[in-house]
């Protein structure tokens, strides 16, 4: 059946959010309806109201969100009604190469799901009865979300929605790059770029992962205070252009094993690598503009063996990966707790928005 319910509508570029009624149309083939609990404000979202990342407008935000299975589309199998679900913005074909060799974050099929349903249509509907695209194919800032069923990851309710749902994108994104993609070994030197969402992840993946020293660097206080609850050894308050290499390669004794970029610039990603010791590693997590670039000196890569690489949505393999983070939370060796700073109902999405933009939270979370 078809449901109405709000949902946080990007209209305009470079204009707040709108938060609407919209209507929800019956799950197809291979799709499912799911309630929405909670959805995190990630900066992706944001992105996709600038056009940084340019998805066609008008678009349902929201990637990062728990909630519930309340209707399947025919066909479906790897969900039923009931289920506690996590929303995986990246679809997963399970045939494909990447998807085989267990790098799923690469199938080949994902851009299929970008902005609307697997077959190009949609499920959503303005108050005029146009269309809404969604956002990565999920659109989950919104009462109701329909996905396909490879967008879902089943979760183990006993961790609360509000902070389960993070693990659909900053968090699997940040400990990911740490243990995943840079594999992190333990008394190893780290830095880290940025303390947002996704820079905190990664101090405290890199943390999780037995680093001896983390820093953090970033131009906010409260974000540098917040990195030291995360696990950073060492703070530094500095503009992100600032060339800081020198003193940086003093205070580690040669430089970091391990460089992390979650600003999202050219110019940073380039301070990541030369402040690496040599046969350091330096990884792009941050999503820079589409005109963005980074420079290496060529000679270092084989004189210090030194290496560039990026990391999309934490290497993870998100039907291991979710559950993997949610039990090292129940363990007590993951903080998901002290990630969100501010809870929302859907009608303050404007000024979560705001409140993200100006750097206010490690995450807000919207809450149904
Ligand atoms: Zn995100
Ligand atoms: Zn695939």
Redesign the pocket.
């Known amino acids: 059946m078809a449901r109405k319910g709000r949902a946080v509508v990007a209209r305009e570029l470079g204009k707040p959010v709108v938060v609407e009624e919209v209507t929800f149309d019956p799950p197809a083939r291979g799709e499912v309806v799911v309630k929405i609990a909670a959805v995190g404000v990630c900066h992706s979202d944001l992105s996709g109201t600038n056009g940084t990342i340019a998805l066609p407008l008008p678009l349902i935000l929201g990637h990062e969100a728990a909630g519930t299975v309340i209707e399947v589309g025919e066909g479906v199998t790897d969900a039923a009604v009931g289920d506690h679900v996590l929303a995986n913005w990246i679809y997963?074909?399970?045939?494909?190469r990447?998807?085989n060799i267990g790098r799923?974050v690469l199938?080949?099929?994902q851009g299929k799901a970008l902005y609307t349903m697997l077959d190009g249509t949609s499920r959503t509907r303005d108050a005029a009865g146009n269309a809404l695209n969604v956002f990565s194919g999920v659109g989950v800032m919104a009462e109701y979300a329909v996905m396909h069923e490879r967008n879902l990851v089943k979760y183990d309710p006993k961790v609360p929605a509000d902070r389960a749902a993070l693990v659909g994108c900053a968090v699997t994104t940040g400990v990911g790059a740490a243990i995943n993609t840079a594999r992190v070994v333990p008394g190893s030197t780290c830095g880290v770029w940025g303390a947002g969402g996704v820079g905190l992840n990664v101090i405290q993946g890199c943390a999780i992962a037995g680093a001896e020293r983390i820093f953090a660097i970033d131009t906010s206080d409260t974000k540098l205070e917040l990195a030291k609850k995360f696990g950073a050894t060492d703070v530094i308050k500095a503009p992100a252009g600032e060339d800081l290499t020198k003193s940086l390669k003093k205070a580690t004794g040669g430089g970091f094993d391990y460089a992390f970029e979650c600003v999202g610039s050219g110019e940073v990603a380039a301070a990541a690598y030369k402040a690496l010791r040599r046969g350091g590693l330096a990884v792009v997590v941050g999503v820079a503009p589409a005109s963005a670039t980074t420079t290496v000196v060529t000679r270092t890569l084989p004189f210090e063996e030194k290496t560039l690489t990026g990391s999309y949505f934490g290497s993870a393999r998100p039907r291991e990966d979710f559950p993997r983070m949610l039990s090292l939370y129940s363990a007590g060796k993951l903080k998901l707790d002290e990630l969100v700073t501010q809870r929302y109902q859907i009608d303050d999405a404007p000024r979560a928005f705001a409140d993200l933009e100006s750097g206010k939270n490690a995450r807000g979370v919207i809450v149904f």
């Not at 997963?92 to 494909?96: D, E, I, P, S, V």
């Open positions: 997963m074909c399970g045939r494909c990447y998807c799923p199938c080949d099929q």
